[in-house]
């Protein structure tokens, strides 16, 4: 049955790709973010990057809009604006690489940058004081490239937004209110690009579903964590991802 809706994919293919979805799903209505973090490396190894990179952007999108509603009241305006004025400048840039660049090149790129993530969030360092317009701006242009290249915008956001004094629910606010908006120029670039085809809107069709019910799963389970629970959370993640996008892990994945 797979294979005559999606004959550009082997079955196992979809049913990992769908499985992604569903954790991915799980951890964003969870965390705030971490679902490209999940989806994008075990898609993109065994699918063309290009198509996982519009799927998670389009489904992602839809499905978690419920949950930028409630997040505008309480997320901080005055960090996350210019970090998304930002990152619309430099998401055509991403997706130009995305492109045009060797896939399997991108992939260590995005590997490495994620284990850097994670020792910096395990050495415990934290930003002193609230943050400046011009960090914000920075992060915003490096999540805006992480964007259009590979969906995986949330290293620089996290990290930034993680390693301050705000509580967990004010960073989970910021994180969905910044991708939903920066979303828009994505969507843009990758239109501009040819990205969104119909093999993206048939690989839709399967795993939007299971990403839309784990998502509410996630939200529902992140009003009884904690503060260490939401960060322990974030960690594993994080690592996840790490292990997950190296690209000599292909033949566990394949």
């Not at 914000?136 to 969906?151: H, I, Y």
Request: glycine share 8%.
């Amino acid at each position: 049955m797979l294979d005559d809706l999606m004959p550009s994919f082997s079955e196992p293919s979809v049913l990992l790709v769908c499985l992604a979805a569903a954790v991915g799903g799980a951890v964003r209505g969870f965390a705030g973010f971490g679902g490209a973090m999940v989806f994008m490396p075990v898609a993109s190894a065994v699918i063309d990057p290009r198509i996982a990179a519009a799927a998670f952007l389009v489904m992602d999108d839809i499905v978690a809009l419920p949950m930028a509603f409630k997040a505008v009241r309480i997320c901080d305006w005055r960090t996350i604006l210019p970090a998304v004025v930002a990152a619309m400048l430099t998401v055509p840039l991403g997706a130009y690489v995305l492109a045009h660049s060797d896939p399997q090149l991108l992939r260590w790129g995005i590997s490495l940058l994620v284990l850097c993530l994670l020792v910096l969030l395990i050495s415990g360092w934290r930003y002193k004081g609230r943050p400046t317009m011009p960090i914000s701006f920075g992060v915003g242009m490096t999540s805006g490239f992480l964007s259009g290249a590979s969906q995986i915008a949330g290293p620089p956001v996290i990290a930034f937004w993680m390693s301050g004094p705000s509580q967990a629910q004010v960073i989970r606010a910021n994180l969905i209110v910044y991708f939903a908006i920066a979303s828009l120029g994505a969507f843009a670039a990758f239109w501009w690009n040819g990205f969104f085809t119909m093999d993206v809107a048939r690989l839709l069709v399967v795993i939007m579903p299971a990403n839309a019910v784990a998502l509410f799963l996630g939200t529902r389970a992140f009003a009884f964590a904690s503060e260490k629970t939401f960060r322990r959370v974030a960690y594993a993640l994080i690592a996840i991802a790490a292990i997950g996008s190296l690209p000599a892990l292909d033949g566990v994945l394949r």
